[in-house]
């Protein structure tokens, strides 16, 4: 169940996103322990730092490995702790599941590779591709491997341009994401195959899928249409920021956004970490950049069968984004929808808090 423990919509979601399968009381006392602190994205590190470290000591893996992640979340890929909070998150994911039947693979990517796993089940003889979005890790995913199990699918996860140990091995983040997949399905050498985008990925898995025709089934967990509705901000800020871009009002959007910037959490992690992951150096390019990442226009091209899903309280998607998408993808060989109330539970990005209702609908439209 999401639940809320600060006003920061944020920093709420965020908490609910690595910690909100730990339902025991000792978690719930941490998380409520460090509450008041809470006040900065510096004591935001800190704390989730010290209970890793602290649970890594009692041998408490998947616990700390959690609190890790929860600590590098706003880091930026300059700060030097990052190395630390990112080695420290995956030693402590792969401690704890340790027994998973995982294959490692470097897939090579123009000058560099992408960091590629495969996870075998016995008599599958399909493949599901899995990726993430904006800043999920590839270990994120695997937890969500286990509901997917004897459903007659391998699958195999990676990091493209701009995630993970990709951005790490100097990729950055890009929109046409159906040269990474083509080349995940050329290193297989995978003639027809379903794909799986999370969050940010739910963009990109349909990019993918409208250029890539080995691309069979594809599942947007959620929807995402245009990068622009997740850091535009509130509705006037995002007005006043398509108006000056459509002008090329370069100064002027540097010069607004650094400022807003300063007093906004929520808007300084989504510019610095895009900046880092684009490898932009400004505010004004990398807007640029990220306008390129849209639904608009290709959707005529996607001839799929595809699951939405979205939530309908989402901080970063507007739920009206998904008439729009039934509305234009006009040669889908099929479309299957969900959208997730905080009736029925699941009503955030992702559905934070009540993933099993997601991993439920994948299933089912994975075995139709």
């Avoid at 719930?28 to 510096?42: G, K, M």
């Avoid at 990726?131 to 995913?141: K, R």
Wanted: aromatic residues 14%; negative net charge.
């Amino acid at each position: 169940m999401f639940k809320k423990y600060l006003e920061n919509k944020q920093f709420n979601f965020q908490i609910n996103r690595f910690l909100g399968k730990f339902n025991d009381l000792q978690v719930q006392n941490d998380i409520e322990s460090v509450l008041p602190t809470l006040t900065d994205t510096n004591t935001w590190y800190k704390v989730w730092r010290k209970l890793g470290e602290k649970s890594e000591a009692k041998g408490q893996f998947e616990l700390a490995s959690a609190y890790y992640q929860a600590g590098d979340f706003y880091l930026k890929e300059s700060d030097l702790n990052k190395p630390y909070m990112y080695n420290k998150y995956r030693e402590n994911f792969y401690k704890y599941y340790n027994e998973l039947p995982i294959e490692h693979f470097q897939v090579p990517y123009e000058n560099s590779f992408m960091p590629a796993m495969r996870i075998k089940y016995k008599d599958s003889c399909k493949t599901l591709i899995v990726h993430g979005g904006y800043d999920s890790y590839i270990e994120e995913l695997i937890p969500v491997m286990s509901f997917l199990k004897d459903l007659g699918y391998d699958i195999i996860l990676f990091e493209g341009p701009g995630q993970g140990g990709a951005l790490r091995n100097g990729l950055k983040f890009i929109y046409n994401w159906e040269k990474p997949v083509s080349a995940i399905l050329d290193y297989f050498d995978l003639k027809e195959v379903g794909i799986l985008g999370a969050s940010w990925g739910g963009y990109l898995c349909m990019r993918a899928a409208a250029f890539e025709k080995r691309i069979k089934e594809v599942i947007c967990f959620d929807i995402f249409y245009c990068g622009m509705d997740a850091i535009g901000g509130s509705k006037k800020f995002s007005d006043t920021i398509e108006k000056l871009i459509a002008n090329n009002e370069r100064d002027k959007i540097n010069s607004l956004i650094l400022s807003n910037m300063k007093d906004n959490i929520d808007l300084n992690w989504k510019f610095c970490k895009g900046m880092d992951n684009t490898g932009t150096e400004n505010p004004y390019d990398f807007i640029k950049a990220i306008q390129l990442h849209t639904m608009a226009g290709i959707e005529k091209f996607i001839d799929q069968d595809l699951l939405l899903l979205a939530g309908e309280e989402d901080q970063y998607v507007p739920i009206e984004l998904m008439d729009l998408l039934e509305n234009n993808l006009v040669n889908a060989k099929s479309i299957t929808k969900k959208i997730f109330t905080k009736e029925t539970g699941g009503e955030q990005h992702c559905q934070a808090g009540r993933m099993d209702l997601a991993f439920a609908e994948i299933k089912k439209f994975l075995t139709r």
